[in-house]
């Protein structure tokens, strides 16, 4: 995972009197792994590591705490391994437990979340916790922080905040609030209220990306009386993946000041020199995920702006692909007539009865749905969060939105600025609150 081995670096290098104890919040990914990190990579027997959990099960989070087995993962399991220098160690593991299998397979996320738990517990021993309960506030005090829940509190020299991504904002149309909307799903992996959904229901899911594609999948999989209309400003979904190809396809980024035209340009350009040798699109995409990082940092504030009103959907539906399977799935619907993707977005709603009835520029009539599922994607602006964990260490100063409120502000080793503009000594971040100083943290 990118970020979390820089995590571990800056943990053991800590001169403190008592820099063993670290605290990790969020039980998701990102925290299963800085914790295996951690553990795997030092033979100090005083380290004390505790994870923080609300559930109290590791391994979950939003990302891979589905329990629809038809929901895959959208990157081949050869290339999941908690190891970045053990890449066999997802299909290892697999073969352990009896499964056979394929390198360049997709995987059901769920069997993912088990195989982080697995490999958590192969290297846990006395130095490992783990606590269940939301953390409310982080408060500094001498030598460390105190992490406080609803009912203790607890010591550590250094916090990681591992709180991964957020819930969608709320629907609104022209700053009009839609909660209230009849069979309003905000949540959209609350997948127990979608399968009790009616059996003949039309649903409108708002959004296109990968959750939605998820939404469709449990939705009108084991109903065929259900239809779903999914429905974003572009309407574009994610693109799928294909048979591996063998051929790679290395992408020398320009030296120099990039821009966001300028990158979409040469990303054209080699995407076209590949298909003059017979090498698909997809395999520019996957050569350029090493430099991701080190090219968003290359741009100054305004690129990046650019770049974000511009050229992004573009990049992301090529960039985070459907497994084959998957996209199989969407395109039978779709032929089928049971889902429908429109783009242009949402004019109005309104209320007819127990439904709601949408307006959308792209279709001639309107929609009448008996739920609206949120895909909307996570909520990025750590201002407008509803988590109590993130408002406090706002209202202390603790952490700031990064310029383009994509998440906490930090610098590309892990460390968090406070409201002072300085870092925070002892605190730290991996995973998604850091995509505004490193676009992609995987």
Same mark, same amino acid.
């Given at each position: 995972?990118?970020?979390?081995?820089?995590?571990?670096?800056?943990?053991?290098?800590?001169?403190?009197?008592?820099?063993?104890?670290?605290?990790?919040?969020?039980?998701?990914?990102?925290?299963?792994?800085?914790?295996?990190?951690?553990? @795997?990579?030092?033979?100090?027997?005083?380290?004390?590591?505790?994870?923080?959990?609300?559930?109290?099960?590791?391994?979950?989070?939003?990302?891979?705490?589905?329990?629809?087995?038809?929901?895959?993962?959208?990157?081949?399991?050869?290339?999941?391994?908690?190891?970045?220098?053990?890449?066999?160690?997802?299909?290892?593991?697999?073969?352990?437990? /009896?499964?056979?299998?394929?390198?360049?397979?997709?995987?059901?996320?769920?069997?993912?979340?088990?195989?982080?738990?697995?490999?958590?517990?192969?290297?846990?021993?006395?130095?490992?916790?783990?606590?269940?309960?939301?953390?409310?506030?982080?408060?500094?005090?001498?030598?460390?922080?105190?992490?406080?829940?609803?009912?203790?509190?607890?010591?550590?020299?250094?916090?990681?905040?591992?709180?991964?991504?957020?819930?969608?904002? /709320?629907?609104?149309? /022209?700053?009009?609030?839609?909660?209230?909307?009849?069979?309003?799903?905000?949540?959209?992996?609350?997948?127990?209220?979608?399968?009790?959904?009616?059996?003949?229901?039309?649903?409108?899911?708002?959004?296109?990306?990968?959750?939605?594609?998820?939404?469709?999948?449990?939705?009108?999989?084991?109903?065929?009386?259900?239809?779903?209309?999914?429905?974003?400003?572009?309407?574009?979904?994610?693109?799928?993946?294909?048979?591996?190809?063998?051929?790679?396809?290395?992408?020398?980024?320009?030296?120099?000041?990039?821009?966001?035209?300028?990158?979409?340009?040469?990303?054209?350009?080699?995407?076209?020199?590949?298909?003059?040798?017979?090498?698909?699109?997809?395999?520019?995409?996957?050569?350029?995920?090493?430099?991701?990082?080190?090219?968003?940092?290359r741009l100054d504030l305004d690129e990046r702006r650019r770049l974000l009103d511009h050229h992004v959907r573009d990049w992301e539906i090529r960039r985070h692909r459907m497994a084959p399977e998957v996209g199989a799935r969407i395109d039978g619907y779709c032929r089928d007539g049971r889902l429908v993707l429109v783009g242009g977005g949402v004019a109005a709603v309104d209320v007819r009865g127990a439904r709601a009835e949408l307006s959308l520029p792209a279709l001639a009539e309107p929609v009448l749905a008996d739920a609206v599922v949120n895909c909307t994607g996570p909520l990025t602006d750590v201002t407008r969060s509803a988590d109590p964990l993130l408002q406090a260490l706002q209202g202390r100063g603790?952490?700031?939105?990064?310029?383009?409120?994509?998440?906490?502000? @930090?610098?590309?080793?892990?460390?968090?600025?406070?409201?002072?503009?300085?870092?925070?000594? /002892?605190?730290?971040?991996?995973?998604?609150?850091?995509?505004?100083?490193?676009?992609?943290?995987?």
């Amino acid at each position: 995972m990118g970020g979390v081995v820089g995590v571990e670096d800056r943990v053991v290098a800590r001169e403190r009197p008592d820099r063993h104890r670290v605290a990790i919040v969020g039980g998701g990914a990102s925290g299963v792994l800085t914790a295996l990190q951690l553990l @795997s990579g030092s033979t100090d027997s005083a380290l004390c590591v505790t994870v923080h959990e609300a559930t109290g099960v590791l391994g979950r989070g939003i990302a891979y705490g589905t329990s629809d087995p038809r929901h895959l993962l959208n990157v081949r399991a050869r290339h999941m391994s908690a190891y970045a220098d053990v890449p066999s160690d997802l299909l290892d593991w697999a073969r352990r437990a /009896g499964r056979d299998p394929d390198p360049q397979g997709f995987l059901p996320r769920m069997e993912y979340a088990a195989y982080l738990q697995d490999t958590l517990a192969a290297v846990a021993d006395h130095r490992l916790t783990i606590s269940a309960g939301r953390v409310e506030d982080v408060v500094p005090v001498p030598g460390g922080f105190e992490l406080r829940t609803r009912d203790r509190v607890s010591t550590a020299a250094t916090v990681v905040l591992a709180h991964g991504n957020q819930a969608p904002q /709320g629907l609104s149309i /022209g700053g009009a609030d839609l909660t209230d909307l009849p069979g309003h799903l905000p949540n959209p992996w609350d997948l127990a209220a979608i399968r009790a959904l009616p059996g003949d229901a039309t649903v409108a899911i708002v959004g296109t990306g990968l959750t939605a594609v998820d939404t469709a999948i449990t939705l009108l999989e084991d109903e065929p009386g259900r239809h779903a209309v999914m429905v974003s400003r572009h309407g574009l979904l994610p693109r799928a993946h294909i048979a591996q190809q063998s051929t790679a396809w290395v992408s020398d980024v320009p030296e120099g000041p990039l821009t966001a035209d300028g990158l979409a340009t040469f990303v054209r350009d080699q995407v076209a020199a590949a298909r003059a040798h017979g090498v698909d699109w997809r395999a520019v995409v996957d050569g350029l995920r090493a430099p991701t990082q080190s090219i968003w940092q290359r741009l100054d504030l305004d690129e990046r702006r650019r770049l974000l009103d511009h050229h992004v959907r573009d990049w992301e539906i090529r960039r985070h692909r459907m497994a084959p399977e998957v996209g199989a799935r969407i395109d039978g619907y779709c032929r089928d007539g049971r889902l429908v993707l429109v783009g242009g977005g949402v004019a109005a709603v309104d209320v007819r009865g127990a439904r709601a009835e949408l307006s959308l520029p792209a279709l001639a009539e309107p929609v009448l749905a008996d739920a609206v599922v949120n895909c909307t994607g996570p909520l990025t602006d750590v201002t407008r969060s509803a988590d109590p964990l993130l408002q406090a260490l706002q209202g202390r100063g603790l952490v700031v939105p990064d310029p383009l409120r994509l998440g906490i502000e @930090s610098t590309p080793a892990g460390d968090v600025f406070g409201a002072d503009g300085q870092v925070v000594d /002892g605190l730290l971040a991996v995973g998604p609150p850091r995509k505004g100083t490193l676009w992609e943290s995987t």
